[in-house]
């Protein structure tokens, strides 16, 4: 082995550690400030300490989570095109390593959410406990498995509104949680065409077909645009600004914004969420179209 190779070799070790906790993916970790923008609360200094700490503390515990199921999957992940270069599947990291910085990271952000409001602190709690037992028993349970990894996203959504005190109504826990089994039924669905169901990265895939996974993820996706729609027409915010209903306006961004997603969906190309909305400029336009309609409504 040359110089240079060494050089690199001893550099990916040293990295490992934070590669190993997926910083790409706490791009997730901002679904906690949707309940305080819906509510038209974001801008106010107290709710955005509380979003900021929410943030941190998910990313610190979500951080734990991913350690611990790289070193369960590691044989599954040795198999994945992608996943075998994960630091503990690659052998950058070991599992002894990774599972004392899960517990310091898990301890660290449990801490820092009930320092900053009890109902997070048990939100945290909560997502760690069903994230253990969908590592160890429920990640082979067809459609279980949906539901459990989407209630994942679902919680980041309620933990921003339990962080705030902000009350969080029926519609945004609809959206929030048909939103997340859209994004999780197009996850699965791009993995199946893109590896098929006998790679052996994930033994819940033998169950599934194409097919079911398509109306899986169309049907979330109408319940999702319903549900958003219901909102939008129902808001009950203050006179809108030049007499335009933003809330409804928004409705259009949010369906071009799902569609986009679903052609990515459609192509196999959705697998990581997280590496769709930060390499798809697309879908970041039309994103930034929503979040303008959508702050003219609750702001102003």
């Given amino acids: 082995m040359t110089e240079q190779q060494l050089a690199v070799s001893?550099?990916?070790r040293l990295t490992a550690p934070i590669r190993a906790m997926r910083p790409r993916q706490w791009t997730k970790n901002v679904l906690v400030a949707t309940a305080p923008l819906a509510a038209g609360q974001l801008l106010r200094p107290?709710?955005?300490v509380g979003v900021a700490l929410a943030f941190v503390?998910?990313?610190?515990?979500s951080a734990g989570v991913y350690l611990l199921n790289d070193v369960r999957d590691v044989a599954e992940d040795r198999l994945h095109p992608k996943k075998r270069f994960r630091p503990i599947a690659a052998g950058e990291l070991s599992p002894g390593a990774a599972l004392g910085l899960a517990a310091v990271v898990?301890?660290?952000g449990l801490t820092l959410g009930f320092l900053t409001a009890i109902p997070l602190g048990i939100t945290l709690v909560v997502y760690v406990a069903i994230q253990i037992v969908y590592s160890v028993w429920?990640?082979?349970?067809p459609v279980v498995d949906l539901a459990v990894v989407a209630s994942g996203?679902?919680?980041?959504?309620i933990a921003g509104g339990v962080?705030?005190?902000i009350y969080l109504s029926q519609w945004f826990l609809l959206v929030a949680a048909f939103g997340s089994f859209f994004m999780v039924a197009g996850k699965r669905y791009s993995e199946m065409k893109h590896l098929g169901a006998d790679v052996g990265t994930r033994k819940s895939l033998t169950?599934?077909?194409?097919?079911?996974l398509r109306f899986a993820w169309m049907l979330a996706a109408v319940m999702v645009l319903i549900s958003y729609s219901l909102w939008a027409f129902e808001y009950a915010g203050p006179s809108p600004l030049f007499g335009v209903p933003w809330t409804a306006v928004s409705i259009a961004p949010f369906t071009l914004g799902l569609l986009q997603y679903a052609l990515e969906v459609d192509a196999g190309q959705a697998d990581a969420p997280e590496e769709v909305v930060l390499s798809d400029h697309v879908l970041q336009g039309i994103g930034l179209a929503w979040l303008v309609t959508i702050s003219l409504a609750v702001f102003f």
């Fill in 10 to 12: 001893a550099a990916k």
């Fill in 46 to 48: 107290d709710v955005l």
């Fill in 57 to 61: 503390s998910f990313c610190l515990v």
């Fill in 106 to 108: 898990g301890i660290g």
């Fill in 138 to 141: 429920l990640k082979h349970l």
């Fill in 153 to 157: 996203f679902l919680l980041r959504a």
């Fill in 163 to 165: 962080a705030t005190g």
């Fill in 207 to 212: 169950r599934y077909s194409e097919s079911y």
